[in-house]
C-alpha cells in the first residue's frame, strides 16, 4: 500500500498465505496428473495420482486419498477446488472465519483427491491464522531475547528457503531429477532430506514472523517520539 514498508507487512499473514498456496499448488498438480487418467475407475480410497503410463522415474506415484469413483473426476475435482485456495490464500487469507474456511477447503481438497502432504501445509496454515494478531507465547519462555531478535530479522529468508526446499522435494517427487545423482533409492533419500530440513526451517520462520509482529505490535503502541 502507499506508504507502507517492508517493517509494515505481518508476517504471520505473509506466512499463512504462502503455506495456502503450496496446499493449492499441490492439488493441481495431483489433479493435472488424475486427469491425465481419464475416465478409469480408482481403485480404492488410496491411489497413485501419477499412473504408470504418465510416470517419470519408478518412485514417481504421488499418491492421494480420494472419495471419488473416478480418476477424472477427482482429478478435475482437485484443480476446481486448488486454484481457489491458491486465490484465497493471495487475497482473503486473514478474513473474518479465515481458519475455519482453510479448514474445510484443505479437507475438501484432500477428500477428492488433491494430496496427502498437503494437509500439512492446511494445519499449520490454520495454527498461524488463530495467531495472528496474538504472538506466539512459548518462543519468550524458551528462547533468548537475542535470538528472538535473530528469527525475526531472518523470517523472511526462512520463509523462502523453506518454500524452495518444499518446490525442490515437489519437483524430485514427479520428476526424479536430482543433479548429479542417478541412483533413484538416493534420489527419494534426497527428497526426504529436503523435506526434513524444510519443516524446522520452516518453523523457525513462523517463530521469527511472530516475533516481528510483536515487535511492530509494540512500534505501534508507542507514542510520537517516544
Not at 528462547?143 to 523470517?155: E, N, V
Not at 523457525?204 to 511472530?210: E, L, N, P
Amino acid at each position: 500500500m502507499p506508504g507502507s514498508s517492508r517493517r509494515d507487512v505481518n508476517a504471520m499473514r505473509v506466512i499463512a498465505s504462502a503455506l495456502g498456496v503450496c496446499a493449492g499448488v499441490s492439488g493441481l498438480e495431483h489433479g493435472f496428473f488424475e486427469i491425465l487418467q481419464g475416465n478409469a475407475q480408482t481403485p480404492g480410497l488410496f491411489v497413485q495420482s501419477i499412473g504408470p503410463a504418465q510416470r517419470i522415474w519408478v518412485y514417481g506415484t504421488e499418491d492421494a486419498f480420494t472419495l471419488v469413483s473416478t480418476f477424472l473426476a477427482s482429478g478435475l475435482l482437485s484443480v476446481a477446488i486448488g486454484a481457489p485456495i491458491i486465490a484465497w490464500s493471495i487475497l482473503f487469507v486473514d478474513a473474518k472465519n479465515g481458519p475455519g474456511v482453510c479448514l474445510l477447503l484443505g479437507w475438501l481438497l484432500f477428500l477428492v483427491g488433491g494430496g496427502v502432504a498437503q494437509i500439512g501445509f492446511v494445519v499449520l496454515c490454520w495454527a498461524i491464522l488463530r495467531r495472528i494478531g496474538r504472538p506466539l507465547a512459548w518462543p519468550r519462555k524458551l528462547l533468548p531475547a537475542d535470538i528472538r531478535g535473530t528469527l525475526s530479522r531472518l523470517w523472511p529468508g526462512a520463509l523462502v528457503a523453506s518454500l524452495a526446499l518444499s518446490a525442490f522435494a515437489l519437483e524430485i517427487a514427479i520428476f526424479g531429477f536430482v543433479p548429479g545423482v542417478t541412483d533413484p533409492d538416493r534420489a527419494r533419500l534426497v527428497c526426504w532430506s529436503a523435506l526434513g530440513v524444510m519443516l524446522p526451517v520452516l518453523l523457525a520462520g513462523v517463530v521469527g514472523g511472530s516475533e516481528r509482529d510483536s515487535e511492530r505490535a509494540a512500534e505501534a503502541s508507542q507514542p510520537p517520539g517516544g
